[in-house]
């Protein structure tokens, strides 16, 4: 007998689990589309030349490669992975409809990923991003955008103490350039410099020294950066820490760039939701390899991770078009997302957890016709109506609608047929009452609404 | 440069797409609620034992496998692959969850299946499949609800051409045993006669003839079957074709008990929406091997092949749970209901096809943040608002707004600041006016449902 759980890593999600995640994904797709964003679906499957080389070497490795099919099949080739993310699809996709697309493509795309990653607690194997996007421009308004929709979505959904992290990749470098790390120590440095929330600046500095890393480079690193972070600059005062950065970094041309788009972003989207949540931090580095300018995180106090992030590329649909065209986005994770409304019970009591608001209980097999017609006519209305199939005893059929936490039974039993009326049971307060079978729909829906 | 076409087979779903496929599939949810099925989600990727040797010899061969990860990626080893249909994850979730669902648990299940099929006109490598489920009953009720169920979705489409035919599999067995077939040549028998319609009584024939199976036993077939469809009794009579198939098989219990089963299908049915669209056709196969019982298929005139089908397939949970559950389902297939409906234009002219209502007209650089400001009120009231990003001559930006449709475009320069006022240009009419900027979200609302 096969095995009935799913596969490692993945999900079954019951009734209850796709309701919250339908509520979820409702409100943030309104607020995308109160942004102008339009919906976008890419396939799950993409031709493999698609995806490797897009995520540095980590996620290559995590890609999900498929089988070349037919004889081709024993070779063990593959020719087709999965989506690994809702970016390089995009890019693709900007690519190959460029003449037809709106100069300023605006785009939100809520769909699953893959990732061969070890699964654990919150990580996933099949997980959903909500992902916004805007190509066609390089102006600093695309970030604010992208900020503000991203906090309002949280914020419809109830966060009221999420942190937007921004850093830019431009100001990172040119830190690392001006304490002396060679270009092909950066990649090294930020990954451990990422870790700095979790071991702290000892355990940074321990590892830039097994990286061999050590020396007045490593130190000026940590001392412009890592120390901003660990002063608490970080939740404090944002044109502090940009003043500091760019006072070290005084005279590399890209880095003051950097910071300059950086107090412009800041300036915008302080007049936008995102107001109150902007947090400069330094040490934010983001793992995928495409981004090239402003980058993005949101944290949550309870949560290590983040509930999602994004930032400027201006290079990836390049890599399909040939010619540049700039680009931003902004992911957030919708798992994270409904582990901490779970955790911190956020979901709106209005949520349905029944299957059905009426049950129509069996009184015989030859009747069995009169209630598919009374449950075309409740439904009519707009109820959502179950008929118990089989000609069970009425106790069985009661218990049977407690079980599901129906709230109301209706019944039709010799004598309501002969006076043209129905019973309705209210199995929330055990009252039963008569009504007339003609007009039932709208005598029903007020008794729902009644407790 | 990597392709930047979708891999093949397989679609990309642009704004204007996934508004339809939303519309769509909005409706069949709704009507699928009504009926009381509860929303389930299951992984794109399953075991690939959970799903090999569920659909039959060719179905195996159509299933994209997934690579093993790690060092056995050399291997071509696989030991996952991609959802085919969406009966056989339910079976598993059913046996896996055996203890907690409810005894009659019916669930709707709206998600794409990928089958390594060759592409064609209307056949695609990934498409989505709305499926209804209800497991834990043998009743005809269940048959007569997913009939109407299904019937009334396609209503709620606009559909009113519809018909749905019904066949039972012990009645097809049962032709073949009476016909005096042996039962290791009644699967070749099916697959010659399901092409009935498309190569006539002589086509099938000849096919019988190549496969050798020819002779009195065929011809036994043919007359049964082939005639009552080819004479019209399809078209017209349930009963008659009923009485007919049931003299052939008179004294072939399973046979007879499932025209039983069938007459009581059809009497249910026929007091639901599915009335008047119930077609008895006897040549109706349906390939998926797991089906027992009641078949049913979902057809319209000016589409080959079928808008979906399902049945009853009593023994598939229990290939997971080791004791049996009855279930039917029944399934449609949104790729061919979007393609009638497009040929036919079916689509509710409300469907937006615009990113936005409003756009919001960059004056300078230096008021961007109001800009940002005044889309942030105006979406406060329900209103799409985009925000064009570059500091561009007004002309370029009436230009882009043009050239995506937004209807209305908003200006605020420095008269209208100097006057709290906003400029609005309806692009509809060429039209221009001034209103106050405080409460401008409900006057451009009321602008936009003038035209």
Redesign the interface.
């Known amino acids: ?7 490692r890593g ?6 209850a ?3 919250r ?2 509520y979820v994904t409702g409100v943030i797709r309104g607020v995308y ?15 493999i ?2 995806l490797l080389g897009k995520y540095g070497d980590e996620g290559n490795q995590l890609i ?4 070349k ?1 037919g004889e081709h ?6 020719d ?1 992975a ?1 989506r690994y993310d809702l970016t390089v ?1 995009l890019s ?2 900007v ?3 460029r003449a037809t ?4 493509f ?2 939100y795309q809520i769909q ?1 990923v ?1 990732r ?1 990653d070890r699964p654990a607690r919150g990580r996933f ?2 997980f959903y991003q909500c992902d916004v996007d ?1 190509t066609g ?1 390089t ?1 600093p ?2 970030e ?2 992208l900020c ?1 929709a991203a906090c309002e979505a949280l914020q419809s959904l109830g966060f009221t103490d999420a942190v937007l992290r921004l850093n830019h990749r431009a100001v990172l470098s040119g830190v690392l350039d001006v304490a002396g790390l060679p270009a092909d120590k950066h990649g090294e440095a930020l990954v451990a410099l990422d870790k700095l929330d979790k071991i702290g600046l000892d355990g940074v500095r321990a590892e830039y020294e097994r990286r061999g890393l050590s020396g007045a480079s490593a130190e000026a690193v940590l001392g412009i950066l890592g120390a901003a972070a660990l002063s608490g600059a970080v939740a404090a005062d944002n044109a502090a820490t940009l003043d500091a950065v760019a006072a070290f970094v005084a005279g590399h041309e890209a880095a003051s760039a950097g910071i300059a788009n950086l107090r412009e972003v800041l ?2 989207a ?4 995102a107001s109150g949540q902007l947090r400069v931090d330094l040490t934010l580095a983001r793992g995928l390899s495409y981004y090239t300018g402003c980058i993005m995180e949101m944290t949550v106090p309870d949560l290590a991770g983040s509930l999602g992030g994004g930032g400027r590329y201006d290079g990836l649909v390049g ?4 010619q540049p065209v700039p680009a931003a986005g902004f992911s957030l994770g919708l798992e994270r997302i409904l582990v901490v409304m779970g955790e911190r019970s956020m979901f709106p009591a209005h949520l349905t957890t029944t ?2 608001d009426v049950l129509i209980a ?1 009184w015989s097999a030859a009747t ?6 009374l ?2 006519q409740l ?1 009519g209305t ?10 069970d005893k009425l106790g069985k059929q009661f218990k ?1 609608a407690a ?2 936490g129906v709230p109301l039974v209706v019944i039709e039993g010799d004598d309501e047929r002969a006076a043209g009326e129905l019973t309705v049971k209210d199995l929330r307060t055990g009252e039963q009452q008569r009504l007339p079978r003609a007009n039932a729909g709208p005598r029903l829906r007020a008794l729902l609404s009644q407790v």
């Open positions: 007998m096969a095995s009935t759980a799913p596969a993945m999900r079954d999600f019951l009734p689990d796709v309701r995640r339908t589309e109160r942004y102008g964003f339009e919906p976008l679906e890419t396939p799950a499957v993409e031709n030349e698609t999900f490669k498929i089988l099919r099949e024993a070779s063990g080739q593959a087709l999965l699809p693709r996709v690519a190959e409809h697309l709106p100069k300023f605006k785009r699953p893959w061969a194997r099949e805007a421009s102006s308004m695309v604010a955008e503000a300036a915008l302080a007049r936008t939701p890599m399909f078009l040939g299957a059905a069996q069995a016709g009169d209630a598919l017609e449950a075309h439904r707009g109820l959502r109506v179950e008929v118990y199939p089989d000609a049977y079980s599901t």
